[in-house]
């Protein structure tokens, strides 16, 4: 028999090793992790225990051996022992918030993704809080795992953590065409247990008939008027959509006059746009519109002024200045009395306006008048000027009566010399009609 040369017997080993190595290569293909090869299940639940809860769950799916395998991976399961999805994920749920891992991850989380993590739960039989903090990324499909439960208590789908403005730029796809049909599913069960939902601002300010028609639904709810109570503000103000008497937090529900029978009160938060009972979080009045706002929400409030020592809500802090773009409480912002009636609502802070070139608005000390730089050089117009010798920001009126009163700056003299004229004017005016 003819002898193959040696090159071909090399080259034919060669091409059925690579072709083994394909197969492995195709094998390990399937494997969503290897860990579960690798590692005992001991070792896998105590790396688990160190996760953030979603994390915990999102480590256990993609650890778990997936539903079809090849043969390849049949065999080795002989030799190792099954890993349980629970006994790392775990078994006691009551409360899983997306806000405990990085905002980063959160919002990148698919609508595939959370229902995953939901079923493997069994969020519709155990869990009872649910949070979609920062889950900026999802439509709602995703929550059709949570369709039927009898176990949720509380949803939260304002998307944004607690002590947080829910207004989100740029709007996140969060569609209620999707997610309110899962809570209708929710609510029509007869041991519906459901105490509370946060809805995302959105819904609240835009015109969604379907979402009017929920409110309304979930009001009528047996459940829900067994206490005697109303359950969402239905009108068109900005508390519409909200839950009303129910602290977003403990969910304890408070009668109208605020007191509860603990001692404690409710309060609703500008800011964070929630309820809040004194017994979960304090609350502080705004020293300008004096409506309240929670503790935790005043570092999100601060007027950009260092100097500045008074406790403001998000709505009193809307000066923004058009120069630094910083935002500035009532008293360290100025808005041109004169340029606001003209319509263009020009609003300097004290810090720009104190610079050369700006068309800031200075204040006056005495007064108070609020008058731009452009407008007070108008003729006719009680203008305010800022004196840098005496130091002081008067309008023309207050610097002519500290003038008259023995004022002798000669700056301030000059700046009210066309006044000091004017006055003369008339008095001669007067003076001559007295002697005809």
Known sequence: ASQEPPSRIQDTMLSKSNKRRRIAADACTTIICPL??????????????????????????????????????MIMARSRPNVSRSSIAGNEWHTLDFGDVEKELAAKLSDDAISKVLLHIDAANKLKI???????NMTGAGLVSLSGSTSIEQ??????????????????????????????????????????LQFPHMWRGGDYDQFNEFLERYDEMDEMLGDGRDVFVTF??????????????????????????????????????????????????????????????????????PSCT???????????????????????????????????????CAECSAKEGVNGVHRCDVCHTKLCVECSEKEKVNGVHWCDVCDEKLCDKCRLIGCQGGNNCSVCVKMVAPLLLEENRQLRDEHTNLED
Not at 156 to 174: E, N, R, Y
Not at 313 to 320: E, F, G, M, T
């Open 130 to 136: 649910l949070r979609l903090t920062n889950c900026s």
């Open 36 to 73: 579960y090869d690798l590692l005992p299940e001991k070792m896998l639940e105590e790396v688990a225990s160190f996760l953030a809860a979603p994390s915990r769950v999102l480590f256990a799916i993609a650890i778990t051996p997936p539903s079809s395998i090849s043969p390849y991976h």
């Open 155 to 196: 949803i939260d789908l304002s998307l944004v953590g607690a002590h947080q403005s829910p207004i989100l730029d740029p709007k996140p796809p969060l569609d209620c065409d999707l997610v309110l049909p899962i809570l209708d599913s929710i609510i029509n069960q007869g041991r519906c247990q459901l105490k509370h």
């Open 310 to 348: 008074d406790i403001v809500c998000n709505n009193c802090l809307s000066n923004k200045c058009h120069k630094c773009s910083k935002k500035w409480c009532t008293d360290c912002s100025h808005i041109c009395i004169e340029c606001d009636g003209n319509g263009c609502y020009q609003t300097c």
């Open 236 to 305: 068109g103000d900005m508390y519409f959509g909200i839950q009303d008497y129910t602290c977003s937090e403990c969910t304890q529900y408070y009668s109208s006059g605020r007191d509860g029978e603990d001692g404690n009160a409710l309060y609703f938060c500008n800011t964070c746009e929630r309820y809040h009972c004194t017994q979960c979080s304090a609350m502080v009045e705004c020293q300008t519109c004096e409506d309240f706002l929670c503790v935790d929400c005043i570092p999100h409030t601060f007027c950009a002024s």
